[in-house]
């Protein structure tokens, strides 16, 4: 009897996270299809509207999150795909302190003009060593490749020295996946 419940519990979790993969994979490939439909002026127009309405609306709200998600709701106005784009735009914007250290970031303080277009370009470099790694993990689909690296990829610890170049830490999945569509749909795809 006991073993009976024991796989019973075990069936449902494999269900629960067969469910959140395909959810997971699904809302990416939703992502993916939006922002290639935005075109390259599209998308920095909607990446530009999020940064601004965050900083407008956000600036002094509590939780941040929270506003955040207002924001992005208002933004996308209920399309599912605009959401979907809009998640990983707003994960991004945030990415800053994941994936820059701190002593690059000051170096971006003191010699940019504009913080937010140096940051994005340091992040672009960050996420382009990201789909390197992802490149060479995974062939296949792409939303479900991507949900699949950031899924396994910090099983093994990765550490940066401050201020490395070629090195990107421990991510939580948010991050890494947001960065990789982004990346890719603004590189395009070599697949």
Not at 8 to 13: R, V
Not at 59 to 69: H, L
Not at 125 to 142: C, K, P, Q, S
Request: one cysteine or more; glycine letters at 8%.
């Amino acid at each position: 009897m006991r073993a009976l419940v024991v796989l019973a519990c075990l069936a449902s979790l494999a269900r629960a996270d067969s469910y959140g993969r395909d959810a997971r994979v699904a809302h990416l490939g939703r992502a993916l299809a939006a922002l290639r439909a935005m075109g390259a002026d599209g998308r920095v127009a909607f990446e530009r509207q999020l940064h601004d309405a965050v900083r407008a609306r956000c600036r002094q709200a509590t939780p941040a999150t929270g506003c955040m998600s207002e924001v992005g709701r208002a933004v996308c106005g209920g399309d599912g795909g605009k959401c979907a784009a809009a998640d990983v735009v707003l994960a991004n914007e945030h990415a800053a302190s994941d994936l820059v250290d701190e002593q690059t970031r000051m170096k971006i303080v003191r010699t940019s003009s504009d913080y937010h277009a140096a940051i994005l370009r340091e992040l672009d470099a960050r996420f382009g060593l990201l789909a390197a790694e992802l490149v060479l993990a995974d062939g296949g689909d792409l939303a479900a490749g991507i949900d699949r690296f950031c899924t396994e990829r910090d099983r093994h610890v990765h550490r940066c020295e401050p201020g490395a170049k070629a090195c990107v830490t421990d991510l939580p999945w948010q991050r890494c996946a947001a960065g990789l569509v982004w990346y890719v749909v603004t590189h395009g795809e070599q697949r």
